[in-house]
């Protein structure tokens, strides 16, 4: 949850990926649709979001933002997204550097990320790591 309100995106249904972001208002018990996961609109903000939609991938919160990394979209990928409410904008973050997974978990401890298990085809993973997307990416450490 970010201030109070919960985030659902992603998933599958019936084969295909889907590429809404909805927000739940438990207060006003209403559900409201946000920007799309894919580009459909001629602005430029969202040009890049062709890696965004997913499904099996890990979300979680640190601060203000919403995080969404790893999972799939006909590949197994590590790229990593932070969601703004405020500005309703996706920004790439620094990929996830450990082996690319789908179907990890991940939580929140005092405001740090962590990603655990999932697999990689038949390579299951039984690791966790503390999970830096803001940090630099350094290739081969």
């Not at 590429?19 to 006003?28: C, S």
């Not at 996961?37 to 203000?64: H, I, K, P």
């Not at 990890?104 to 005092?110: E, I, P, W």
Request: proline residues 2%; charged residues 20%.
């Amino acid at each position: 949850m970010v201030n109070n309100t919960a985030y659902v995106l992603g998933g599958n249904n019936n084969g295909e990926v889907q590429r809404d972001l909805w927000v739940y208002d438990p207060t006003a018990n209403t559900w409201t649709e946000k920007t799309k996961l894919y580009d459909y609109s001629s602005e430029t903000y969202d040009d890049d979001y062709a890696s965004l939609s997913r499904q099996n991938g890990v979300a979680f919160v640190m601060g203000n933002y919403a995080y969404l990394s790893n999972g799939d979209n006909s590949a197994i990928n590590a790229t990593t997204w932070q969601y703004d409410p405020a500005t309703d904008r996706w920004t790439q973050k620094t990929s996830f550097e450990a082996t690319s997974r789908t179907g990890a978990v991940a939580f929140t401890l005092n405001n740090r990320g962590f990603v655990l298990t999932g697999r990689n085809g038949s390579l299951v993973m039984d690791n966790a790591y503390e999970f830096l997307p803001a940090d630099e990416q350094v290739d081969n450490d």
